[in-house]
């Protein structure tokens, strides 16, 4: 297991019934499996390629009626409702969808690739309570894992705490840093191409504004 999936599964609270929306090979579910975090999980992918390979992994467990697996977009095709849900791996944008679609369980784990500032602003809006929400490193690349309950929440994030996480702006660690280092440097490179277009230059420089306010 790569170090992204070990921190995400290290994240991931006890339930009832578990799902793994989008698991692919489907290693955290056998993590949640072996380690007694739920009474049953349901693997879903909408790709039946990608459900094949942790069909194949987690074949006891299927086969012992713990886990069940379910060619879907989201959760539109789970049988039940899950209380716990992990949504890893695909877009900020994405993962509204889903939950737009589906439903906000009463727990989650998400693990934005990017936009996590339209999820953590469609997560606020909905009342969640983000517990956790923080950048990690996996060698020299960079995620943001946000976990936490579907109430108790204070929409009282700030524009600032929207676009970088609030735990991140309150306690920064090494990968936070690293990670909007990294996003700088990228910025800078592509605002030094002439055939940009005058939006696309304004977005980057408004990005590449707010980093530079974070004084690296
Ligand atoms: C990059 S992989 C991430 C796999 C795993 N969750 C992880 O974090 O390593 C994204 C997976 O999500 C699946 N996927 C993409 N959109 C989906 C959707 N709307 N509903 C269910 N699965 C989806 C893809 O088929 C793919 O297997």
């Not at 799902?19 to 290693?27: L, M, Q």
């Not at 992918?45 to 977009?73: P, W, Y």
């Not at 690293?178 to 977005?203: A, D, H, I, P, V």
Request: glycine share 10%; hydrophobic share 35%.
């Amino acid at each position: 297991m790569t170090e992204r999936l070990a921190e995400i599964c290290r994240r991931i609270p006890r339930g009832k019934v578990f799902a793994d929306i989008g698991c692919d090979h489907g290693y955290c579910t056998r993590y949640v499996l072996s380690h007694g975090l739920c009474e049953r999980a349901y693997l879903s992918d909408i790709s039946a390629g990608s459900l094949r390979k942790a069909e194949k992994l987690l074949s006891r467990s299927i086969a012992a009626g713990k886990c069940f697996a379910v060619v879907a977009d989201g959760m539109k095709g789970l049988p039940e409702r899950a209380d716990v849900v992990l949504i890893a791996g695909l877009g900020g944008e994405e993962i509204v969808k889903i939950l737009e679609e589906g439903y906000l369980p009463e727990k989650f784990v998400l693990q934005p690739m990017h936009n996590q500032e339209k999820l953590r602003a469609y997560l606020m809006a909905k009342g969640a309570n983000l517990m956790r929400d923080y950048t990690f490193a996996d060698g020299n690349y960079y995620y943001d894992l946000i976990a936490g309950e579907n109430a108790g929440g204070k929409k009282d994030y700030t524009g600032e705490e929207l676009f970088f996480g609030r735990e991140n702006l309150r306690s920064p660690s090494p990968a936070f840093y690293g990670k909007w280092r990294q996003e700088e440097t990228k910025l800078r490179s592509y605002l030094s191409r002439e055939n940009l277009s005058e939006k696309s230059r304004e977005e980057l420089a408004s990005r590449l504004e707010r980093i530079e306010a974070l004084h690296l």
